[in-house]
């Protein structure tokens, strides 16, 4: 008989592969608009332990888009931790020197959904191998345009441009995957639409399970050669 429980249908989907997915180690950078869903869903999906880090409170501009923001006032990572016991969080400012700091080396998966360009950029520098990223998920409405490519094929996105030009400057030679949308932007300040930033987030909790199994059997075939 199937064991039931909150992970019985990822099961199902998933098989003999949840076992990778319930032993790996992500870390997310950001859980407002994009990062929040996104750890939601790999909390939901079964992923083994999950570290969120942002130094951010809820505030009432939130309320249109970000999960959990219902809780004005309240530390963001502190909401995801007590909803979740795989989750365990971090309130600190991600920057540049804390990434240069941080040891990265026990996690399957580094997501970045921050928008600070240095703090992007140190993260590609450091962890680029590992390394899922967000571009601009604000000034949009239509999420069919939300798509995943590397760094290097995004267009109509800004916000990637000046990625790829700091990268550029600090002599970056890798690549990694990121999630953007192909719409021209439709305002100057940062409207958003949660339409949008929560299809950002989903894509990015998708591309990391889905990279978490392609590397589980890449690791299986070449210890079978």
């Given at each position: ?24 180690k ?14 939601d ?14 130094k ?59 928008d ?59 690549n990694?995957?990121?999630?953007f949308?192909?719409?021209?932007p439709?305002?100057?300040k ?34 079978k050669?």
């Amino acid at each position: 008989m199937d064991k039931i429980d909150r992970f019985t249908r990822s099961r199902w989907l998933f098989e003999d592969d949840f076992d990778v997915i319930s032993n790996s180690k992500i870390i997310v950078f950001g859980v407002g608009g994009v990062g929040g869903i996104c750890v939601d869903a790999l909390a939901r999906s079964g992923v083994g332990k999950i570290i969120v880090v942002d130094k951010d409170k809820f505030d009432i501009t939130n309320q249109n888009r970000q999960i959990y923001s219902e809780a004005v006032g309240n530390i963001k990572v502190d909401e995801f931790k007590k909803r979740y016991e795989n989750i365990e969080a971090i309130c600190d400012i991600v920057t540049p020197e804390f990434v240069d700091k941080f040891d990265f080396s026990s996690f399957d998966i580094v997501i970045d959904a921050i928008d600070d360009v240095p703090a992007k950029v140190a993260l590609a520098l450091k962890t680029h191998k590992k390394l899922i990223s967000s571009m601009g998920g604000a000034k949009r409405i239509d999420a069919t345009q939300v798509k995943i490519a590397s760094i290097y094929k995004t267009y109509n996105d800004p916000f990637a441009r000046k990625i790829r030009y700091e990268l550029k400057k600090a002599n970056f030679k890798g690549n990694y995957d990121v999630v953007f949308s192909s719409e021209l932007p439709r305002c100057q300040k940062l409207g958003s639409f949660m339409g949008v930033t929560a299809v950002f987030g989903l894509n990015l909790a998708s591309l990391a399970i889905r990279k978490l199994l392609n590397s589980s059997k890449m690791g299986y075939n070449q210890n079978k050669n």
